[in-house]
């Protein structure tokens, strides 16, 4: 009998693992809080955050890993970035290369991206179920209680093998340190983040263009604080400006923010728009960072947890995804290694030694660069708000030819 994976979570990582364990011959069951994002009525869920991200080849050797066509379909659907682009407090803009050899970091809308993937489990006869949250679990019993938002019921689904693709906030890993002995460590950055469009500019034959470089990841570096955008493929920015809370709170009104901005950001107010500005700033959330480590990342032979569940990080050097993309590839060369068979049957309390060596070893080799990314994150911050405007940096640049 084929045993049953279950993904809690149908974020872009819970959809790779769906797909890649759907291949290995598993039968694959999806489980989500939210509402399909897919349907009209929902699409205003999907465009509260940040609705677009870069994603390197890390990410992109992920998917191809799992399926060479949905890397090239996702690859139509991206806007390569070969550099970034320092814009100075007086207005200057200054390219700086990510490669030599042109390599590239792509911007990709994070919202398409994610249906583009819940569309690949459908056409994979996957089941995916919406409105279901994950309020307990039984690792031992192998059973998840999930409470239907549609009805307000609860209902347990049996398991084999269970993945926590949940998020930061991932109930798979608060379970799950209820029986490992799991280090584990959170920690707020005082800075956060609002999100602010750079619209598209109408041209004088009335078709719209782009107001800034497409080619480029927009940095305005202000030291404690640095405003970026990202282009999106209908002509305009996604902008994101990050701030100490104690500097947003001393904007207390959109005209204060506005003031605030045009002293800070005087080209980027030029092109959002002081209007717009003010709306952004009444009605996008102001969201927090956060950073978690945790290890190990699997019970026995029945558990794992992947991406923002297992390390979610600050979004300074753009791996988040990448990372948690590039755990699924590395957990399915694993399963793959140990001989993982999803037909070999297990009976009452036996272990599948095979999954639980797999498992074993993912947390085994997977946590020191899991480890030295989310460091990694932490400490690009400095460096996009502030080192790259040093004169130090600049030489540094030079030097080394990058
Ligand atoms: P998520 O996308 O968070 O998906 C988790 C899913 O689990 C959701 O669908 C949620 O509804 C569901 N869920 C949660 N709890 C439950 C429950 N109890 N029961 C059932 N379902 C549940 N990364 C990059 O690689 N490049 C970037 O440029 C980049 N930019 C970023 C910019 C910002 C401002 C931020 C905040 C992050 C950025 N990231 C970036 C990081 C990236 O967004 C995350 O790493 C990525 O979204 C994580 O994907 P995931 O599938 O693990 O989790």
Not at 200 to 208: L, M, P, W
Not at 373 to 401: F, Q, W
């Amino acid at each position: 009998m084929v045993r049953k994976a279950v993904i809690v979570g149908s974020g872009p990582v819970g959809c790779l693992t769906a797909l890649a364990l759907s291949k290995a011959g598993w039968s694959v069951a999806v489980y989500d809080a939210r509402a399909d994002i897919r349907l009209p009525e929902n699409k205003s869920q999907s465009l509260q955050r940040s609705i677009n991200l870069a994603i390197s080849s890390r990410g992109i050797a992920a998917l191809h890993a799992v399926d060479p066509l949905i890397s090239k379909r996702f690859m139509k659907t991206v806007i390569p970035m070969r550099g970034r682009m320092i814009h100075t407090t007086n207005g200057a803009a200054e390219s700086q290369l990510y490669d030599l050899n042109g390599q590239c970091i792509n911007s990709i809308d994070r919202a398409l991206l994610n249906e583009d993937m819940l569309n690949e489990l459908t056409a994979a006869s996957i089941e995916v179920h919406f409105d279901h949250k994950l309020v307990a679990a039984d690792f031992n019993k192998k059973v998840l209680t999930f409470n239907k938002k549609t009805d307000g019921t609860t209902i347990g689904v049996p398991f084999d093998f269970c993945v926590g693709a949940d998020g930061s906030y991932s109930t798979v890993r608060s379970q799950l340190m209820r029986v490992t002995r799991m280090d584990y460590q959170q920690e707020y950055i005082p800075h956060e983040y609002i999100e602010l469009r750079v619209p598209a500019r109408v041209d004088e034959n009335g078709n719209e263009q782009f107001q800034l470089d497409p080619g480029h990841l927009h940095i305005w570096p202000r030291h404690s604080f640095m405003l970026i955008a990202l282009p999106n493929q209908d002509k305009s920015f996604t902008s994101t400006l990050f701030a100490p809370t104690s500097e947003f709170s001393k904007l207390k009104s959109p005209d204060e923010f506005v003031s605030w901005f045009r002293l800070q950001f005087p080209d980027a107010t030029e092109i959002i728009g002081e209007a717009r500005l003010k709306q952004d700033f009444l009605h996008n959330p102001r969201s927090p960072l956060i950073h978690i480590k945790a290890h190990p990342y699997h019970y026995k032979d029945r558990v794992i947890i992947l991406g923002d569940a297992a390390h979610a990080m600050v979004p300074f050097y753009g791996q988040g995804l990448n990372c948690g993309l590039e755990d699924v590839r590395v957990l399915d060369v694993l399963l793959r290694k140990n001989e993982v068979d999803p037909v070999h049957s297990i009976s009452g309390g036996e272990i599948d030694g095979r999954l639980a060596n797999a498992l074993q070893e993912y947390t085994e080799t997977r946590h020191d660069d899991l480890i030295a990314i989310c460091d990694l994150a932490m400490a690009n911050y400095e460096e996009m708000r502030h080192s790259v405007t040093t004169p130090l940096y600049r030489l540094r640049k030079m030097v080394d030819g990058l």
